[in-house]
Nanobody
Framework: QLQLVESGGGLVQPGGSLRLSCAAS????????IGWFRQAPGKEREGVSY????????NYADAVKGRFTISRDDTKNTAYLQMTSLKPEDTAVYYC??????????????????WGPGTQVTVSS
């Protein structure tokens, strides 16, 4: 059973950067596609980014394109979300999620069956 744990969240000023990590354990992450989601207070959880098994295909929500970069290192069983030019509206709990082999709609959180507990990101001056 794949287990996921996020880390790297915290408080950062607008314009700053953070790198989130999603560490997998239990089985190899290499057989799982990875998604990053976020949920702000009072809002629904939304898809932020996705990376394919090989890492050759990535997707981003329009709100984060050009600012966030998703990556994976299967030798370390870890996925990452590099976040730059952070804005107050990026404040949320960030979750990584995984699905074995593939999925149809990376933005659909029902597609994923492995989730981490989340890490808080707060962007504020």
């Amino acid at each position: 059973q794949l287990q996921l744990v996020e880390s790297g969240g915290g408080l950062v000023q607008p314009g700053g950067s953070l790198r989130l990590s999603c560490a997998a354990s239990g089985v190899s992450m290499a057989f799982y596609v990875i998604g990053w989601f976020r949920q702000a207070p009072g809002k629904e959880r939304e898809g932020v980014s996705y990376i394919s098994l090989s890492g050759s295909s990535t997707n981003y929500a329009d709100a984060v394109k050009g600012r966030f970069t998703i990556s994976r290192d299967d030798t370390k069983n870890t996925a990452y979300l590099q976040m730059t030019s952070l804005k107050p509206e990026d404040t949320a709990v960030y979750y990584c999620a995984a699905k074995q082999f593939g999925l149809r709609d990376w933005r659909d959180d029902d597609e994923y069956n492995n989730w981490g507990p989340g890490t808080q990101v707060t962007v504020s001056s």
